[in-house]
């Protein structure tokens, strides 16, 4: 089946502007989070939506990123007056839930801002 | 909060064995492992939900030691294949299954 699929691939923007960045999970998973990844590090959690339950924000870095999971699917990740340090792979994934726990990636979205 | 991989890095030819460990300050509730090849996403490798576990796939197993609050991988007879960077993920406290990741391994074979 269809895995997780994240668009854009790939988004340039000024510094200052506004982005989007899209997540679609896999039909049927009911937990989604949103991961970060900066040139050669690891993987730092951002937020994590679990079914109807209110999302788990704590790893946002700042009052800048937002994210929200509309119809318990999609999600979209936007960050506000981006900034140079924002630079990096947003990857998304979903997990089945009902105690199965492995975690699928999306491809992930390169963000460079200039 | 985050865990601590050791080694780095390793360097390897086909065939020889490999072990990446995964250790952390806190209380261990479940241990997932994944591996990224480069400028690809992280795949799945296994999870270990309970202290004692052991899994294996196919020539790679992982082990979960709660007391000492660490989890390590085994890679045998490694191939090429097995290059990539190996992350261990511990769950984030309160968050469900959210996981706070280690800085990964990264593990180069060669022929």
């Known amino acids: 089946g269809a895995g997780v699929s994240q668009s854009p691939s790939n988004k340039v923007t000024e510094k200052g502007k506004d982005v989007e960045l899209r997540c679609d999970p896999i039909s049927g998973h009911t937990a989604l989070y949103w991961y970060r990844q900066s040139l050669g590090q690891g993987l730092e959690f951002l937020i994590y939506?679990?079914?109807?339950?209110?999302?788990?924000k704590s790893g946002l870095p700042s009052d800048r990123f937002s994210a929200e999971r509309t119809g318990g699917s999609v999600s979209t990740l936007t960050i506000q007056r981006t900034q140079q340090e924002d630079s990096a792979v947003y990857l998304c994934?979903?997990?089945?839930?009902?105690?199965?726990?492995?975690?699928?990636f999306g491809p992930g979205t390169r963000l460079t801002v200039t | 909060q985050q865990p601590v991989q050791s080694p780095q890095a390793v360097i390897l030819r086909e065939g020889e064995d490999a072990v990446i460990n995964c250790s952390s300050s806190?209380?261990?509730?479940?241990v997932h492992w994944y591996r990224q090849k480069h400028g690809e996403a992280p795949v799945f490798l296994m999870i270990?939900?309970?202290?004692?576990e052991q899994k294996g796939h196919d020539k790679i197993s992982a082990s979960f030691n709660e007391k000492k609050q660490q989890s390590s991988l085994y890679l045998t007879a490694s191939q090429l294949s097995y290059s990539g960077t190996y992350f261990c993920g511990t769950e984030k406290p309160q968050a469900g299954t959210a996981l706070i990741f280690g800085k990964g391994t990264t593990l180069s074979v060669s022929s």
């Open positions: 806190k209380a261990l509730y479940s």
């Open positions: 270990l939900l309970k202290g004692g």
């Open positions: 994934a979903s997990s089945p839930g009902q105690g199965r726990y492995e975690q699928y």
């Open positions: 939506f679990q079914g109807n339950s209110a999302p788990d």
